[in-house]
Every structure is written in structure tokens, then in C-alpha cells.
């Protein structure tokens, strides 16, 4: 019985120094996640007027704007066309992966431009409020605007909230059923047995989304973890190195080479040994496998290099194209975005009470 008792203190005050030293992180990145669920429809809100162009006639070629970015960009790691099912009167929005050669900086910037005329409507980085707080908050929910030490950190907080997970499964597993089948409930009595009970019950229903979120960031991270990553973020990125293919050719194999891909974001290499690569979903095709399909060319040949289906992968590569959909919220509409938003808030309430209740202990031990 003393043993036993010993391994609950234990498992308990683990439980609670994990929720008491990533607390205050684990609410930040609640909060920011929660918004980035509706990331594209904020972004459309806010720069409405910015954003929305007059179709006039046929868009240009891809080409035109690849030329255009990486002029005004003669630094960059690649180009990711973010948005190429876009509705004819939205501009185009193109992600920059930079390096400027520090640790300090996440190097991510963006550029929005009318689909007709080619004009620079938004341009900027990441790391300041030039393209809009919603993508300012992109960077600060992977990094913390700290850049690859901000990421690290975002990083092993995915570990630690799996951790706090875990540990909280052992304390409360005896409420677990009573609390999923309704048994158990919030005695109003005081404010501590509201604290506990609100801390039990919301820990037990958010789980199984914290088990999802958390492990989801951590796996699409884990290159943090990585060395040579690290060392490579020390060289500052070389002049582009432009493909001479047209690139819009290459998007027409590649509808042709997969007819029923829908694309969701179109890679544009601007370094030697990077492929051109569109990437989508498939027509009747479940969202949650949309990153499961792709094509892609030598971008110094224009030669087919890789044709990727979700049904051909292999069961390890088919769970690991669901992470990112299941961390994001993206694959069921508006109301499993508004299940995301409000679920993403309960990590940052079980710190609030976890740490009410560490508190108490500490004024009443």
C-alpha cells in the first residue's frame, strides 16, 4: 500500500511541475492554434479589400510570377504556391522559405499578388505584422518568434503536455468512465471542489485531442532535434539558382500526369536539387489523406520524377500524411473547425487550474 501510494505522489507531482513549468507556453500555444484553425478565413476577413481582385480575362502564366518573386527575392530557399485552386477573384499568396543565416530568425515570408496583373499587392515577413497579425501568429504558434531555439522549445513542449497527458490518465483513471458517461460532475460547493472537479473533467474529455495535437506537433518538428539542420541555418541561402523550364508547362503535365488532382500548394525550387512538385488531393477523396498525392519533375529537365498516391503508400507513410490535418483542423468544415477552437482552448484552462489547485497545496499542505 506504501509503495503504491509513494508511485501516485510521485506520478502526481510530475503531473504537476510539467503543468507548472510549460504552462504558460501550453496557453499560448492553445490560444494561437485556436485562431490559425480559421487562419484563411481571418486572413480573407481582415484584408478583404486587399486581397479580392477584378478578374479581367486570363491569369498570367506561373512563370511571371516566379520571375517577379525571385527578382525582388534574390535569396531563397524555395517557393510554395499556397493557394492554386484559388476562386477567380483572390489573389495569389506565395510562401518564401529564407535564410538569413541566424538561429534567431524563423526566415518565413509571404507575397500576395493580382492573378491578371501581376502586381505586388502584400509583401513581407513573417517575423513582423508587414503581411498581417494572422501570419505573424503562424510564425509565433511554431517558434514563438524565437526562432529555431523558439522552435526546439515549441517542440519539447509537445512532449511535455504528452507527459502531463499520461500522468493525468494514471491520476484520474478511476473518474475517466464516470466522467465520459456524465456520472461524475462539478461540485459547486466551494471554489476548490469547482477548480478540481472543472480540472478533472475537462482533463478527461481533452485526451484524446491532446494525445492528437501534441503528438502531431511533435512528430512535424522532430527536425528540431536534428544536428546538421541546425548547422545548415547557420549558412545564409546562396543567389536563386532559377529553373529554366516553364514552370507552367510543368503544371500542365502534371494535371495531365494526374487528371483528378486537386492542388493544394505547388512547390517552385529556387535552389539546385529541389524538385518542382504539386501536391493535392484526389476528386471524392476524404481531406484528411489531401496530402497523400503528388507529382513531381526535375526542374533542370522537366523530366517526371515521382508520382505519389495516398493508396499506394505504405501504412507508416499513410498515418503520417493524416498528421498534419489532425493538428490543424482542416479536414471536416466549419464545424470541426469550431470543435478545434474551442478544444484548442482546454490545455491553457488545465494549466489555469492545475495551477489553482497547486496553489491551494501549497497554502493548505
Given at each position: 500500500?506504501?509503495?503504491?501510494?509513494l508511485?501516485r505522489?510521485?506520478?502526481f507531482?510530475?503531473?504537476?511541475?510539467l503543468?507548472?513549468i510549460?504552462g504558460l507556453?501550453?496557453?499560448?500555444?492553445?490560444?494561437?492554434?485556436s485562431?490559425l484553425?480559421?487562419?484563411k478565413e481571418i486572413d480573407q476577413?481582415v484584408h478583404a479589400?486587399?486581397?479580392?481582385v477584378?478578374?479581367?480575362?486570363?491569369?498570367?502564366p506561373l512563370d511571371s510570377?516566379?520571375?517577379?518573386?525571385?527578382?525582388?527575392?534574390?535569396?531563397l530557399?524555395?517557393?510554395?504556391?499556397?493557394n492554386?485552386d484559388?476562386?477567380p477573384d483572390?489573389a495569389?499568396?506565395?510562401r518564401?522559405?529564407?535564410?538569413?543565416?541566424?538561429?534567431?530568425?524563423y526566415?518565413?515570408?509571404?507575397?500576395?499578388?493580382?492573378?491578371?496583373t501581376g502586381?505586388?499587392?502584400r509583401?513581407?515577413?513573417?517575423?513582423?505584422f508587414s503581411t498581417?497579425?494572422?501570419?505573424?501568429l503562424?510564425q509565433?504558434h511554431w517558434?514563438?518568434?524565437l526562432?529555431l531555439?523558439g522552435l526546439?522549445?515549441a517542440?519539447?513542449f509537445?512532449?511535455?503536455m504528452l507527459?502531463?497527458t499520461?500522468t493525468?490518465?494514471?491520476?484520474?483513471?478511476?473518474?475517466i468512465?464516470k466522467v465520459l458517461?456524465f456520472q461524475?460532475?462539478?461540485?459547486?460547493k466551494?471554489?476548490?471542489t469547482?477548480t478540481?472537479?472543472?480540472?478533472?473533467?475537462v482533463?478527461?474529455?481533452?485526451i484524446?485531442f491532446?494525445?492528437?495535437?501534441?503528438?502531431t506537433?511533435?512528430?512535424?518538428?522532430?527536425?528540431?532535434?536534428?544536428k546538421?539542420?541546425w548547422e545548415?541555418?547557420?549558412?545564409?541561402?546562396?543567389p536563386?539558382?532559377?529553373v529554366q523550364?516553364?514552370l507552367?508547362?510543368l503544371?500542365?503535365?502534371a494535371?495531365k500526369?494526374?487528371?483528378?488532382l486537386i492542388?493544394f500548394?505547388?512547390?517552385l525550387?529556387?535552389?539546385?536539387?529541389s524538385?518542382f512538385?504539386?501536391?493535392g488531393?484526389?476528386?471524392?477523396?476524404h481531406p484528411?489523406?489531401?496530402?497523400?498525392?503528388?507529382?513531381?519533375?526535375?526542374?533542370?529537365?522537366?523530366?517526371?520524377?515521382?508520382?505519389?498516391?495516398?493508396s499506394e503508400?505504405?501504412l507508416?507513410d499513410?498515418?503520417?500524411?493524416?498528421?498534419?490535418p489532425?493538428?490543424?483542423g482542416n479536414?471536416?468544415?466549419?464545424?470541426v473547425?469550431i470543435?478545434y477552437?474551442?478544444?484548442g482552448l482546454?490545455?491553457?484552462?488545465?494549466?489555469?487550474?492545475g495551477f489553482?489547485?497547486?496553489?491551494?497545496?501549497q497554502?493548505?499542505?
Open positions: 500500500m506504501k509503495k503504491i501510494n508511485t505522489v510521485l506520478v507531482s510530475i503531473h504537476s511541475w503543468g507548472l510549460t507556453f501550453l496557453l499560448l500555444l492553445g490560444i494561437s492554434g485562431a484553425v480559421f487562419l476577413a479589400d486587399l486581397l479580392t477584378n478578374p479581367t480575362g486570363k491569369p498570367l510570377f516566379y520571375r517577379s518573386i525571385t527578382s525582388s527575392h534574390p535569396n530557399k524555395g517557393i510554395v504556391w499556397l492554386p484559388a476562386a483572390k495569389y499568396e506565395f518564401l522559405y529564407q535564410n538569413d543565416g541566424k538561429i534567431s530568425t526566415d518565413l515570408g509571404m507575397v500576395s499578388m493580382n492573378p491578371y502586381e505586388v499587392i509583401d513581407g515577413n513573417l517575423k513582423d498581417g497579425f494572422i501570419h505573424w503562424i509565433f517558434s514563438f518568434q526562432g531555439p526546439l522549445m517542440t519539447i509537445g512532449i511535455t507527459l502531463s499520461l493525468g490518465i494514471i491520476i484520474y483513471r478511476k473518474y468512465w458517461t461524475v460532475w462539478i461540485r459547486w466551494n471554489r476548490n469547482i478540481s472537479g472543472f480540472h478533472r473533467i482533463g478527461v474529455w481533452a484524446a491532446n494525445l492528437i495535437i501534441f503528438f506537433g511533435f512528430w512535424m518538428n522532430m527536425f528540431a532535434f536534428d546538421t539542420y545548415k541555418q547557420t549558412i545564409p541561402c546562396p536563386n539558382t532559377l523550364q516553364s507552367e508547362g503544371l500542365i503535365k494535371y500526369k494526374m487528371p483528378d492542388p500548394s505547388v512547390y525550387p529556387t535552389q539546385p536539387g524538385d512538385k504539386v501536391s488531393s484526389l476528386k471524392d477523396q484528411l489523406f489531401q496530402g497523400g498525392n503528388s507529382v513531381s519533375f526535375d526542374a533542370k529537365s522537366g523530366q517526371l520524377t515521382t508520382v505519389s498516391k495516398f503508400k505504405s507508416l499513410k498515418t503520417e500524411t493524416t498528421f498534419f489532425l493538428h490543424t479536414f471536416g468544415g466549419i464545424p473547425k470543435l477552437v474551442l478544444i482546454l490545455p491553457g484552462l488545465l494549466s489555469i487550474t489553482m489547485l497547486w496553489w491551494r497545496k497554502k493548505c499542505p
